[in-house]
T-cell receptor, first 112, second 112 residues
Framework: AQSVTQLDSQVPVFEEAPVELRCNYS??????LFWYVQYPNQGLQLLLK??????LVKGINGFEAEFNKSQTSFHLRKPSVHISDTAEYFCAVSEKLDKLIFGTGTRLQVFP | DSGVTQTPKHLITATGQRVTLRCSPRSGDLSVYWYQQSLDQGLQFLIQYYNGEERAKGNILERFSAQQFPDLHSELNLSSLELGDSALYFC???????????FGEGSWLTVV
């Protein structure tokens, strides 16, 4: 069975500082990995996905993530955050590119 | 706007009642997914339909059922409602398995 662990429930950071949101997964087979963002009172929006190929994946809004198979991780990074990045971020895994298994989410709070 | 439409946006009902949540997928999308988001359970996959047929089942209670109609819209039926069913219910859609999954803005269900 697959599972996703997001160790940090909340990450506070000042504007223009770099940020890393951690995601580790568990699966007995190869998986596909995703990061979604949820702004207040909105649905989930896809930030980026890893399907195959380059382990460094670039997404929208300046975010990127690196797939590390040996460490079973898919951490999300942004070199300089903005107030508007304040949101809930969800890491997800899928074995067959159908249903997504989500982590518990990380609340990114950006302070001025 | 993801193109996935969910109604109603908010619903308050009493324990023991039955409700129906409706989802219109993005134009051309054949797959529909239902997810439940609650404070204690996080984001849980409930069920997936593809072109009218059930494709995958997750942690969906027996009191819950879903279907996808010939016009591809989907309904999630929740019956014998309990306080613990209060949650945000998301519908999502994708063209086929393997394509990006787009989420609606959710239906807030409050059971009192």
């Amino acid at each position: 069975a697959q599972s996703v662990t997001q160790l940090d429930s909340q990450v506070p950071v000042f504007e223009e500082a770099p940020v890393e949101l951690r995601c580790n997964y568990s699966s007995s087979v190869s998986v596909y990995l995703f990061w979604y963002v949820q702004y207040p009172n909105q649905g989930l929006q896809l930030l980026l996905k890893y399907l195959s190929g380059s382990t460094l994946v670039k997404g929208i809004n300046g975010f990127e993530a690196e797939f590390n198979k040996s460490q079973t991780s898919f951490h999300l990074r942004k070199p300089s955050v903005h107030i508007s990045d304040t949101a809930e971020y969800f890491c997800a895994v899928s074995e067959k590119l159908d249903k997504l298994i989500f982590g518990t989410g990380t609340r990114l709070q950006v302070f001025p | 706007d993801s193109g996935v439409t969910q109604t109603p946006k908010h619903l308050i009902t009493a324990t023991g009642q039955r409700v129906t949540l409706r989802c219109s997928p993005r134009s051309g999308d054949l797959s529909v997914y239902w997810y439940q988001q609650s404070l204690d359970q996080g984001l849980q996959f409930l069920i997936q339909y593809y072109n009218g047929e059930e494709r995958a089942k997750g942690n969906i209670l027996e009191r819950f059922s879903a279907q996808q109609f010939p016009d591809l819209h989907s309904e999630l039926n929740l019956s014998s409602l309990e306080l613990g069913d209060s949650a945000l219910y998301f519908c999502a859609s994708s063209e086929t398995a393997g394509n990006t999954i787009y989420f609606g803005e959710g239906s807030w269900l409050t059971v009192v």
